[in-house]
Nanobody
Framework: QVPLVESGGGLVQPGGSLSISCVVSGFTFSSYAMGWYRQTPGKERELVAAIKVAGRTTSYAGSVKGRFTISRDNAKNTVYLQMNSLKPEDTAVYYC???????????????????WGQGTQVTVSS
């Protein structure tokens, strides 16, 4: 079990912004690429953003590109997701996870990860 603690979720109106974070422990954070995922009832957990170790390379799902920004602070063992121009369809539980291989992170299925945190609920509604 690798502790992954997501926080910062909440209720926000459409068009609004929210920043969520994930604090990790139990491994060398600066050696792992990190990803943000989200899941809605009845759907598989999907990768929405990923960031390489040094933080200079990122990748986004098409549905969030241009609206979401992933960043990391290796000194704080924390990865962030800044979400702007939020839409009702962004409503989901958001999770973070890690992988030592960038390409595997981008292609892995949720079941490939040994453990997940509790996630943080983001609700976009008026």
């Amino acid at each position: 079990q690798v502790p992954l603690v997501e926080s910062g979720g909440g209720l926000v109106q459409p068009g609004g912004s929210l920043s969520i974070s994930c604090v990790v422990s139990g491994f060398t954070f600066s050696s792992y690429a990190m990803g943000w995922y989200r899941q809605t009832p009845g759907k598989e957990r999907e990768l929405v953003a990923a960031i390489k170790v040094a933080g200079r390379t990122t990748s986004y799902a098409g549905s969030v590109k241009g609206r979401f920004t992933i960043s990391r602070d290796n000194a704080k063992n924390t990865v962030y997701l800044q979400m702007n121009s939020l839409k009702p369809e962004d409503t989901a539980v958001y999770y973070c996870n890690r992988d030592s291989n960038w390409w595997h992170l981008l292609s892995a299925r949720p079941a490939d990860f040994g453990s997940w945190g509790q996630g943080t609920q983001v609700t976009v509604s008026s």
